[in-house]
């Protein structure tokens, strides 16, 4: 079991930026998929994005050329910076962990969770 630490979350206006930050506690944490998640009020939980142990990517639509993944293997963190932030973006954020080499987008893969961070974006 991964141990993770989402923080960064905040109140922000509408086009404005956030990041946020993941802390992992795992001695292998470059053998993980690392996933950000999101959750909005009366909303399923959805893929955001995920990246592998070297790298690979993926993007779901609604993040792609706005959001970027990005991970620090030596510093066990993983990065979700947000841009051009709209208020359908508001959500409660969830970093997960995949014990994969293969990058993933499928929630049953990841075996980690974070307790999440709220982002809300105001108009």
């Known amino acids: 079991q991964v141990q993770l630490v989402e923080s960064g979350g905040g109140l922000v206006q509408a086009g404005g930026s956030l990041r946020l930050s993941c802390a992992a506690s795992?001695?292998?944490?470059?053998?993980?998929?690392m996933g950000w998640f999101r959750q909005a009020p009366g909303k399923e939980r959805e893929f955001v994005t995920a990246i592998s142990g070297n790298g690979g990517l993926t993007y779901a639509n609604s993040a792609r050329g706005r959001f970027t993944i990005s991970r620090d293997n030596a510093k066990n963190t993983v990065y979700l910076q947000m841009l051009s932030l709209k208020p359908e973006d508001t959500a409660v954020y969830y970093c997960?962990?995949?014990?994969?080499?293969?990058?993933?987008?499928?929630?049953?893969?990841?075996?980690?969770w974070g307790q999440g961070t709220q982002v809300t974006v105001s108009s």
């Open positions: 795992v001695r292998t944490f470059s053998n993980y998929v």
């Open positions: 997960a962990a995949a014990l994969t080499p293969i990058v993933t987008r499928r929630p049953a893969d990841f075996g980690s």
